[in-house]
């Protein structure tokens, strides 16, 4: 069996980030401690991590070169956090989004791992100078923020604390490329980092154009789905003005830059998310999907194995070329 010379990561945090975390890192051949201060949590991730690799191993979508099994033998459940944090090279937080809970997590953590450890946490918004600000050493931390679900879509955001080594952002990102993540850097932090101030701007204007009976819910879906979400899988916007003019950026904005800023300079307050506006859209949406479990997890299901094929079509892009 081909591991990662024995390093070890931790995983704090046992739920669907947590989880995915654990599979991502095995698939690197890492072994991997998962933590959880609810007793019998960890073992039951254990269980529903399991279940998954096969789950991937028959439908030939496993990340890494070991099988399942390979990869479940790398994987242990603690309850005990100084036994889940012996050995550790790398610690991942990925508990629900509450600053005080990380804030009170980094500060037991510091005091059972090394200083050459990095702790990284998960969070999706809350800023690197808040989530670490009762750490003593905070050269060593760093948000690792995934994309939901992480083992199926592998942007990584690296946020470094003001103090963070530029090593430990080097070090991090080394990391998340050799298991297979696509890691960015922010070089500074900034309220919702870069993917959720972009996601946002997208959800605010989608809201308002249904709220304003401009396009129903179903339809604006499928301007993402069916049009920009095309391209977008393989260029993103800049590299979509790129290409979209004769002569490339310069004259996409000589052609252009006059109409986006009139249709910019008519975008609307930001949303609610409440009140009847919340309650027409969300009615509209359970039309098309209920809100049950089993609706629910179906749609899941489905998005996740669309979006591994999709990781390994650009993965492997010449096979696609003609």
């Given at each position: 069996?081909?591991?990662?010379?024995?390093?070890?990561?931790?995983?704090?945090?046992?739920?669907?980030?947590?989880?995915?975390?654990?599979?991502?890192?095995?698939?690197?051949?890492?072994?991997?401690?998962?933590?959880?201060?609810?007793?019998?949590?960890?073992?039951?991730?254990?269980?529903?991590?399991?279940?998954?690799?096969?789950?991937?191993?028959?439908?030939?979508?496993?990340?890494?070169?070991?099988?399942?099994?390979?990869?479940?033998?790398?994987?242990?459940?603690?309850?005990?956090?100084?036994?889940?944090?012996?050995?550790?090279?790398?610690?991942?937080?990925?508990?629900?989004?509450?600053?005080?809970?990380?804030?009170?997590?980094?500060?037991?953590?510091?005091?059972?791992?090394?200083?050459?450890?990095?702790?990284?946490?998960?969070?999706?918004?809350?800023?690197?100078?808040?989530?670490?600000?009762?750490?003593?050493?905070?050269?060593?931390?760093?948000?690792?923020?995934?994309?939901?679900?992480?083992?199926?879509?592998?942007?990584?955001?690296?946020?470094?604390?003001?103090?963070?080594?530029?090593?430990?952002?080097?070090?991090?990102?080394?990391?998340?490329?050799?298991?297979?993540?696509?890691?960015?850097?922010?070089?500074?932090?900034?309220?919702?980092?870069?993917?959720?101030?972009?996601?946002?701007?997208?959800?605010?204007?989608?809201?308002?154009?249904?709220?304003?009976?401009?396009?129903?819910?179903?339809?604006?879906?499928?301007?993402?789905?069916?049009?920009?979400?095309?391209?977008?899988?393989?260029?993103?916007?800049?590299?979509?003005m790129h290409l979209n003019a004769p002569e490339g950026l310069e004259?996409?904005?000589?052609?252009?830059?006059?109409?986006?800023?009139?249709?910019?300079?008519?975008?609307?307050?930001?949303?609610?998310?409440?009140?009847?506006?919340?309650?027409a859209i969300n009615q509209e949406m359970c039309d098309l999907i209920?809100?049950?479990?089993?609706?629910?997890?179906?749609?899941?299901?489905?998005?996740?194995?669309?979006?591994?094929?999709?990781?390994?079509?650009?993965?492997?892009?010449?096979?696609?070329?003609g």
């Amino acid at each position: 069996m081909n591991t990662s010379t024995g390093q070890i990561v931790s995983i704090i945090g046992s739920g669907l980030i947590g989880r995915s975390w654990a599979m991502v890192f095995l698939s690197g051949g890492f072994r991997v401690k998962i933590f959880d201060n609810q007793p019998g949590q960890a073992a039951n991730a254990i269980q529903e991590i399991r279940k998954q690799l096969e789950e991937l191993q028959k439908a030939s979508l496993l990340r890494g070169n070991l099988s399942a099994a390979d990869q479940l033998a790398l994987l242990s459940c603690h309850d005990d956090l100084p036994q889940a944090l012996e050995g550790v090279f790398f610690v991942q937080e990925s508990v629900f989004e509450d600053l005080e809970v990380k804030r009170s997590i980094f500060q037991e953590l510091e005091g059972h791992v090394g200083e050459g450890v990095v702790l990284s946490s998960s969070t999706s918004c809350l800023l690197p100078s808040n989530v670490f600000s009762g750490v003593r050493n905070r050269t060593r931390c760093i948000v690792s923020h995934p994309v939901n679900p992480p083992y199926y879509v592998r942007l990584v955001e690296l946020v470094p604390h003001p103090e963070t080594l530029p090593e430990v952002v080097d070090r991090t990102h080394a990391l998340m490329t050799q298991v297979g993540q696509a890691p960015i850097r922010l070089m500074k932090e900034i309220d919702g980092f870069a993917l959720n101030r972009v996601q946002y701007a997208i959800i605010a204007e989608s809201w308002r154009l249904v709220k304003e009976g401009v396009i129903s819910v179903q339809d604006i879906d499928l301007v993402m789905s069916e049009g920009l979400g095309m391209r977008y899988a393989f260029i993103g916007p800049m590299e979509t003005m790129h290409l979209n003019a004769p002569e490339g950026l310069e004259d996409y904005l000589r052609r252009y830059s006059v109409g986006m800023r009139r249709v910019l300079s008519s975008f609307g307050p930001v949303p609610e998310f409440s009140g009847e506006e919340a309650e027409a859209i969300n009615q509209e949406m359970c039309d098309l999907i209920p809100n049950d479990h089993h609706h629910l997890s179906a749609r899941r299901e489905q998005r996740d194995h669309l979006l591994m094929g999709l990781a390994k079509l650009k993965k492997h892009p010449e096979q696609w070329q003609g």
